[in-house]
């Protein structure tokens, strides 16, 4: 039988804590997390985008500035060229030094680099 009173009651209700933000709450903060990371990007590629174009104008400025200099170098390479073979043929009877061996008077820029 039933001890007086009745018998003591179930207690079959869970106690558990709040288990963290809800689903709109996680949703609006990776969304905001998202559109930031967007923001970020965007203004690293206008960086991006506006040091190359920095890069590619001083490149185009340097241009005459490096074709001077090769042609210098040429020119002073074409004069030593010259003064050695002046050395070297001065024995030889009709020779003329830096005329070309092909007759052609046509002046062109040398494939052949002499160091």
């Not at 002046?107 to 680099?113: D, K, L, M």
Request: one cysteine or more; proline letters at 8%.
């Amino acid at each position: 039988m039933p001890p007086p009173g009745g018998f003591e009651s179930v207690k079959y209700k869970r106690n558990l804590p709040l288990r963290g933000p809800g689903a709109y709450a996680i949703l609006g903060g990776v969304t905001a997390i998202c559109a930031y990371g967007f923001y970020r990007l965007g203004k690293g590629n206008l960086e991006r985008r506006e040091l190359e174009r920095e890069k590619v104008w001083s490149r185009i400025h340097l241009v005459p500035l490096l074709t001077a200099e090769g042609d210098r170098d040429m020119y002073r390479r074409q004069q030593a060229a010259l003064a050695r073979e002046k050395a070297i043929m001065k024995d030889v009877p009709g020779w003329e030094a830096g005329t070309s061996v092909y007759n052609n008077p046509k002046y062109h820029t040398p494939e052949i680099v002499v160091l």
